[in-house]
């Protein structure tokens, strides 16, 4: 088969898949006009050379789905817009949820990917979206993937909020229990330690990963408004958001984001993950090795999702230690692929002690993390990365 052979169907057509490429839809073919009424035209196009919307989306649970009132729950909830993408041009923001595309609807076995597949770049097409729970409709005229991805920001230029997980959250409850970081927007807004976000921004929050997207999607010096829950009353707090170098302003950012790898790029590691384990703190001793499946099957019982020993998150130059200056955990790796991020500790008992998400990240990851302080003990760490993942435990003993 000629991979510019055209087909002329007056009938519904069977979209098949093989090794090479996709049979799609072309509403826009050159020659439509010697088609009969309600005939389309067919191209056959090469693997890669489908539509591009221009988002980053996942899949919600059912139960989240009715929270949000989706009565599709196979739609694709967006938690980023590229730009200069068509999705951009539409209007589509964080926290839509799409649920089909012209006549085409999301079910079970065919979810948003497949539906584009069907298109080609420069096609237009409707899309059917919810956002703040009412269904809406956009124009789009769909694109090509970009040759290149999207820059990322680096600490200093990435918004903030200082909040993380509590520990032992009650389920069943509307919002999300938080914890406040010092110095952080979240705790100079009043936030406190208990609190539930309930909507940031005018989004519902119904898990975490709401929490992540919403600051995601947030520039440095924009007001973040939230609404929480405390003692079963409601309230409300904004202020303009502060970075994380702002946050936690005596880290050092002078490393930049995304460094190649190199002689400048080994000069910012202490050493290798192939290098002694035991690194000496001012006074403490902070040894990384991995977890056991034991260990991470303990810590599994007490925290959704778990925390996996399969190390198989690709990195270089896994790092930890801590200054002259302080007992803070410093932490570094290089991260070579773009992918929703996350860091968390756990400690001996298996309780989460401190998360914080990136977002759509790669490069060179650095944080510092206060838990030294309280001397000898057992952490468990690991960075994440979608499905993969990179976990340590980390033992820290006295001289």
């Known amino acids: ?100 595309v012209d006549e085409y609807r999301t079910a079970e076995g065919q979810d948003l990917t497949q539906i584009l597949r069907r298109y080609a770049p ?10 703040q729970r009412e269904k809406r409709k956009a124009n789009v005229v769909l694109g090509r993937r970009p040759s290149e991805g999207q820059p990322q920001r680096s600490e200093c230029e990435r918004a903030f909020l200082g909040v993380s997980p509590e520990g032992l959250d009650v389920g069943g409850l509307e919002g999300v229990a938080i914890t406040t970081i010092s110095n952080s927007t979240a705790e ?24 992540a997207i919403a600051i995601d999607n947030m520039e440095v010096g924009q007001t973040i408004e939230v609404k929480y829950q405390r003692d079963g009353k409601s309230r409300k707090g904004s202020r303009p958001i502060k970075s994380h170098c702002e946050t936690k302003a005596e880290s050092q950012w002078e490393v930049p984001v995304a460094p190649e790898p190199g ?35 303990r810590i599994g019982q007490s925290n959704k999702p778990g925390i996996g020993a399969e190390n198989n998150l690709p990195h270089t130059g896994l790092t930890f230690y801590s200054d002259n200056s302080s007992n803070k ?50 952490y468990y760490l690991e960075i994440r990365q979608g499905k993969r993942a990179v976990s340590k435990k980390i033992t820290v003993s006295g001289p």
């Open 122 to 131: 420069n096609q237009r097409a409707v899309i059917h979206f919810i956002r």
């Open 188 to 211: 100079s807004m009043g936030l406190k330690d208990g609190d539930r976000i309930t909507s940031i921004n005018g989004h519902d929050i119904i898990d975490w990963r709401d929490i």
């Open 263 to 297: 002689d400048w790029f080994n000069r910012h590691f202490k050493s290798d993950e192939k290098a002694p384990s035991g690194i000496k703190g001012p006074g403490l001793s902070i040894k990384a090795e991995n977890l056991t499946k034991e260990e991470a099957s």
């Open 329 to 378: 955990l410093h932490i570094k790796c290089y991260l070579p692929e773009t992918a929703d991020t996350g860091l968390r500790i756990f400690n001996a008992s298996g309780r989460l002690v401190y998360h914080y998400s990136l977002g759509q990240f790669s490069g060179l990851f650095s944080d510092e993390v206060d838990i030294l302080q309280n001397g000898d003990g057992i």
């Open 1 to 100: 088969m000629k991979t510019d052979m055209k087909y002329i169907c007056t009938s519904l057509a069977i979209l098949a898949f093989t090794a090479n490429g996709w049979l799609i839809q072309q509403a826009a073919a050159q020659d439509t006009s010697k088609l009969s009424a309600g005939a389309k035209a067919y191209f056959w196009v090469e693997e890669g050379e489908y539509a591009f919307l221009g988002i980053y989306s996942e899949q919600v649970s059912k139960d989240k789905a009715k929270k949000l009132g989706f009565d599709n729950q196979y739609g694709s909830y967006v938690s980023r817009v590229v730009n200069n993408s068509a999705a951009e041009r539409a209007g589509l923001q964080a926290f839509d949820y799409i649920f089909g």
